[in-house]
């Protein structure tokens, strides 16, 4: 077997803008009412998908249609983190909702919420 060798280009690097991740005051209600498994779960999503390109759609990102809760919805299995991305001085991402949805329902805080 020949080994092949890989010729690597270097196109430069576009350097991310890291977001500050803050969480809305009802959050910490809302994560209340998650067992533990489903807090470091949510939380840990948060961390890892929404520090660099929260605006980026992929599987589990999305943007959503006009409501007056989040403009961004991320989901983590049933869970769901509801974020708005603020621009003004430093890029921020602002969690507003974190809850569990099942089928078509979705449940905030321990209540049924419509979108």
């Known amino acids: 077997m020949r080994s092949r060798s890989v010729r690597r280009y270097w196109r430069g690097s576009i350097r991310a803008v890291a977001h500050r991740i803050r969480y809305a005051r009802p959050t910490e209600q809302h ?3 998650l067992s533990p498994i489903q807090q470091k779960a949510v939380l840990d999503a948060v961390d890892r998908q929404l520090t660099n390109q929260p605006t980026v759609q992929t599987k589990n990102r999305k943007r959503m249609r006009p409501n007056p809760l989040a403009t961004w919805e991320l989901r983590v299995g049933k869970l769901r983190a509801y974020y708005d991305v603020l621009t003004d ?5 602002l969690v507003v909702a974190v809850g569990v949805k099942e ?4 449940r905030i805080g321990g209540e049924v919420v419509t979108l």
């Open 103 to 106: 089928r078509s329902t979705l």
């Open 89 to 93: 001085q430093e890029a921020t991402v």
């Open 31 to 33: 994560l209340a009412h």
